[in-house]
């Protein structure tokens, strides 16, 4: 029995989805929520986060951006709870090419990225 459209799935680690299924995978726009709090909404492609979507941690962090493969990737915004933030590109969950990391006191800092270094 796959589910195909609009539905609500409960995993073992009572995580929950609510969303689009498609052949029984997250697939299209939906909210997956986590039993620490944590949640991430927006795009799955085959169960993996892709495309636009946030994920917010339980701690306040936030990530709005793009996603591939479960993977922060692409043009994105991290902010942490404390104020501080950094906008611009990544791969792989790393920051990798042009962004401008902001700390908590306004300091601005632009630079090319190579691999989260």
Do not use: P
């Not at 195909?4 to 009572?14: F, K």
């Not at 609510?18 to 299209?28: I, N």
């Not at 997956?32 to 701690?59: C, H, R, V």
């Amino acid at each position: 029995d796959l589910k195909h459209g609009q539905a609500i799935e409960t995993y073992e680690d009572e995580s929950i989805y609510m969303g689009e299924f498609e052949m029984g995978k997250r697939h299209g726009h939906g909210t997956l929520k986590f039993q620490d709090g944590s949640d991430y909404t927006g795009n799955f492609d085959s169960n993996d986060q892709a495309a636009e979507g946030t994920f917010i941690w339980s701690n306040g962090n936030k990530y709005h951006g793009q996603w591939a493969e479960n993977y922060v990737h692409g043009q994105g915004t991290f902010e942490w709870s404390d104020g501080t933030s950094y906008v611009g590109q990544y791969n792989m969950n790393l920051k990798d090419g042009q962004g401008t990391f902001t700390s908590k006191e306004g300091i601005m800092i632009t630079c090319t990225w190579v691999m989260g270094q």
